[in-house]
């Protein structure tokens, strides 16, 4: 067999087609599985725009949002996690997801400062901001309330004029997440360096203030999530109390009826309702295995100024980036979009949702502490007293060493 001998120009060229060839067959055959909650956001746009830039492929897992933290907490047992998780803020201190630091140097200096704080667990970078906000505002129907109330004390006028077969406001009483946004008008926080703080002069006040609206309004309190948001979208519900994340669904069930406000003042004071980001993460410590160059590029797309401004477009949710932020208000006030407007201005005045590991113990303790008030079991005092020894203990006994 006769061998010829390539020329230095020919065999350099071939080396280089060989070695595309080779890169473009490891690309085609990356993949990226990514899981997600399905009810709030559809990622699915952004996702197939990164696969035609990247090759790429992206494999989505849509989960529940109620059921998204149980499932993670299964695959990690079966040792099963996805590349990439999309949660809210708090899930980064669940020590179970043993998230990847990422580095400072990966996240866009041109974040809003407040979101880029928010992206920590105890001063660890755990995650990459996709979307801003996530916090509660005043939902309302202009065929029922023509302006909505300023403070609560605004209330008792406005029920006298709602039909009897419409209620006047809901919202998802039992869940803690609404709680806190009633108890951060105060101004204590819930927790203080890793400790519970809910044994407070504070809490009671909430707490008597949470029923006394219970009883003064005749809330539902029976109804949930669900419920709540199938009542204001058939038109027998004048007001709820909802997320950011639902913004776009009440839209297209309200259409131009569908009315934004910041949610009423207590006595001149502001609520507070919790603000976080949507995060990127990296299950475990995905960042230093194989697929980190991959990562890395969706944590680049992410972050760019063109994907970024169609987070509002198609997500109908806050860029994190300041400038399209501050792009996204002005334009709201230019074109009179005052819901989108009041969207943002509620940011004012919300508080960042705290991100620690022992805010999941706090949940659960409010909750037990709240229900059994509410049930007469316990005064205001006792139940924050109880809230507070019940969230102690459950700390210390995670923190201890497990057989």
């Not at 932020?325 to 819901?339: C, E, G, I, V, W």
């Amino acid at each position: 067999m006769i061998m010829r001998k390539l020329s230095p120009v020919l065999f350099l060229f071939s080396l280089i087609l060989i070695c595309n060839i080779m890169v473009g067959s490891a690309q085609a055959q990356q993949n990226i599985s990514v899981a997600v909650g399905m009810e709030n956001y559809d990622f699915t746009p952004f996702f197939a725009e990164f696969t035609k830039k990247t090759n790429i492929t992206v494999d989505l897992l849509a989960f529940a949002n109620n059921d998204l933290k149980s499932e993670l907490l299964q695959q990690a047992t079966q040792d099963g996690l996805p590349d990439v998780i999309i949660v809210p803020s708090d899930y980064m201190g669940l020590d179970f997801l043993n998230l990847s630091e990422v580095p400072a140097t990966w996240l866009s200096t041109k974040l809003t400062p407040a979101v880029r704080h928010n992206s920590q667990v105890n001063g660890v970078y755990k995650g990459v901001p996709l979307l801003f906000g996530n916090h509660l505002l005043l939902y309302y129907n202009k065929k029922l309330l023509t302006n909505p109330p300023v403070a609560w004390q605004d209330f008792a006028a406005l029920k006298q004029n709602i039909g009897t077969d419409t209620e006047l406001i809901a919202w998802n009483y039992l869940e803690m997440f609404w709680f806190a946004a009633f108890h951060n008008t105060f101004g204590t926080p819930l927790i203080a360096n890793g400790k519970a703080n809910l044994n407070s002069p504070q809490m009671v006040a909430t707490l008597k203030w949470y029923k006394q609206l219970r009883d003064q309004l005749n809330l539902d309190t029976d109804c949930n999530y669900t419920c709540v948001n199938q009542k204001f979208e058939g038109g027998k519900l004048a007001m709820v109390i909802n997320g950011t994340w639902i913004f776009n669904r009440y839209g297209e069930a309200l259409g131009d009826q569908l009315g934004v406000a910041v949610l009423p003042k207590y006595h001149e004071h502001p609520m507070s309702p919790f603000y976080s980001a949507h995060v990127m993460a990296f299950p475990n410590q995905g960042l230093t295995g194989a697929k980190s160059s991959a990562l890395k590029k969706l944590v680049e797309f992410i972050q760019s100024q063109p994907l970024q401004k169609q987070v509002w477009q198609k997500l109908q949710s806050l860029p994190t980036l300041d400038s399209e932020l501050n792009a996204l208000d002005k334009t709201s006030q230019q074109h009179n979009n005052r819901n989108l407007h009041h969207m943002i201005k509620a940011l004012e005045s919300a508080t960042a949702m705290p991100n620690d590991p022992e805010m999941a113990y706090i949940w659960e303790a409010m909750l037990k502490g709240v229900t059994r008030y509410l049930a007469d079991v316990f005064d205001a005092e006792q139940a924050a007293q109880y809230m507070q020894y019940t969230a102690e203990k459950s700390i210390e006994h995670a923190k201890q060493p497990q057989p």
